[in-house]
């Protein structure tokens, strides 16, 4: 629901607005950028769209566009996701602004970023309705919480070439999951709702980018508080079936 925009206080502030000159002060432009972001068979990717257009025309860039003058920064976001990805109802949050002067050729613009957790067969459908968008693997140069740009890399791991600041957003965005993993259940977005622990461990690997010691990392699980057991075990499945957990806190789909 649009909300109404505030009116001015009493007849002071309406003289005072009336007579505003908005040209005293230079206005920067204002975009949205998603890192829509999976993990597919041990690995992190990500969604890219190839830009058709100058600037940094033939780049790979995340999905974004301007803020619009009567839009929120969430209104914006939907409408990014909506017409140049396929996309609704997903995990969103807001990650980090950037606006360094001289990271867009055009003009002055800030760029408000966001980071998604997407099901991997979800992006898959949304690069059949968009032919020139590509799930790319992220190749992370740091470990921990180091920080810093990643690459991208296609199918013959050539590294793509991303557009203006976008390898930072990457890489900030990989930060935040790192850090979020031991204390948020975010990888409930990246699972079923009913999931093993070795399900949940490769899901947390594949963040990391390392290996975890398999019993450590079960009896850290278990002790959290973040998840419990179903009282089922798998089915249809070669080997022994293994006990199906569910995050405590269910996301809302």
Known sequence: MKKNRRQPADHAEREFLAAYDTSHFPHPSVTVNVALLTADEGVLKVLLLKRDEHPER?????PGG????????EQTVERVLSTKVGLKN????????FGEPDRDPRTRVITVSYYAL????????SLTANGDSQLA???VPWTGETGGPVEAVDESKQPLPLAFDHAGILGLAVKRLRGKLDYVPIGFELLPRRFTLRQLQTIHETILGRKLNKDSFRRRMTASGLIAPTG???KDVEHRPAELYRFKRQPTR
């Open 58 to 62: 033939g780049k790979w860039s995340l």
């Open 66 to 73: 301007f803020v619009g003058m009567n839009e929120s920064l």
């Open 90 to 97: 997903i995990f969103l949050e807001q990650l980090y602004t």
């Open 118 to 125: 997407v099901d991997a067969a979800k992006l898959s459908r």
């Open 137 to 139: 693997a992220l190749e």
């Open 232 to 234: 089922q075990r798998e």
